[in-house]
């Protein structure tokens, strides 16, 4: 598989990563014994890079990763985050360095190993100067128990701000074929300073894969009841984009999600989206994306679906806590 870096400070990746966070969390979850065959899976065929975050469960998506790389430590960039008050309310924010260190110690137990490969502030603590978390981040990096830092969903000012403290490897932000905020002023800085984007939900929580037509879908634990792009209004407006990547999609005899990823993999090469699954059928099928060559016919008809896209991405609650 394609290998891509990740900053400029020596981490390297498979092309695509492994979301992990609906294994246990935000989509209903999912059944152990499948989620860690999919995490073999993704090792198996070269995928090197697991994402997930103490939130994430809280904490048991941890220790589904920590029990599936268990013997299989040498090659894996393990990435989790921190900077959530655990077991309150999910939108109460603490990157305050305490917390880091605090965070950091549970991880590293409940994922089995001495060191997290690419540790992320999950979401910036306006109660906390960014000098500060990064600080207390850094530190982690002299005690050996972090090799590389990372943010999530940041603004340019703070992407600055803590670069200038500890150089910052990857940016973790939405980023796909209908969500597109990062593109005017967040990737450019980011490719000034030689940060990597991570996308997260490339395949649009995967609305882009066609398989979504109603919130009637949804489980009572899915988070997508909560957002406006899934409320059936949207959902039904959105139909008209997935129309476009399904057109796409059959003059390349490959699946909507393949597309989708493909057009990340083509419009940021510099950038490894971590589309996320629980089942290795849809983790093959993902994977299928890097057989994938759009022409520029392809890109350009792609390219206009952010301007279609109907609904917020978040509501207010969730969207005060990005700061893009």
Known sequence: MEIRKIGNQGLVSSALGLG???????????EEGESIATIHRALDRGVTMLDTAEVYGPFTNEEVVGKAIRGRREGVIVATKFGFVIGSAMMQLDGSPANAQRAAEGSLKRLGIDTIDLYYLHRKDPAV???DSV???ARLIEQGKVRYLGLSEVGVE?????????????VQSEYSLWERG????????MRELG???VPFSPLGRGYL????????????????????RFNDEHLGANQRL???????AERHAATPAQIALAWILAKAPDAVPIPGTKQRKYLDDNLGALDVHLTGEDMAELDAIAALTSGDRYPTSYAKIAER
Do not use: W
């Open 20 to 30: 992990c966070m609906s294994m246990t969390h935000g989509y209903g979850g999912g």
């Open 129 to 131: 100067p960014i000098e």
């Open 135 to 137: 600080g207390a981040m």
């Open 158 to 170: 703070t992407l600055r701000r803590a670069h200038a403290v500890h150089p910052i490897s990857a």
């Open 182 to 189: 990062v593109e005017a002023s967040v990737l450019p800085a």
């Open 195 to 197: 940060v990597t984007l």
């Open 209 to 228: 894969t066609g398989s979504l037509q109603s919130s009637a879908m949804f489980g009572a634990n899915d988070f997508r009841r909560n957002l406006p």
């Open 242 to 248: 997935v129309s476009i990547v399904k057109a796409v």
